[in-house]
């Protein structure tokens, strides 16, 4: 169909289908936080 293999490392993508789509803003302002702030840490920890 036209697809091309790429390898990847360390790469992360938003959902793609509905609905968890709708946790992609969530998930784009996490990437975005500042890992020194203790609370993000925590977070960071706890659902990585």
Do not use: C
């Not at 936080?33 to 609370?39: A, F, G, I, P, Q």
């Amino acid at each position: 169909m036209g697809a091309e293999k790429h390898n990847f490392y360390g790469a992360t993508t938003n959902f793609i289908t509905f609905p968890q789509t709708m946790l992609n803003p969530l998930m784009n302002m996490g990437r975005s936080v500042s890992d020194k702030n203790s609370v993000i840490k925590m977070l960071k920890k706890r659902f990585n």
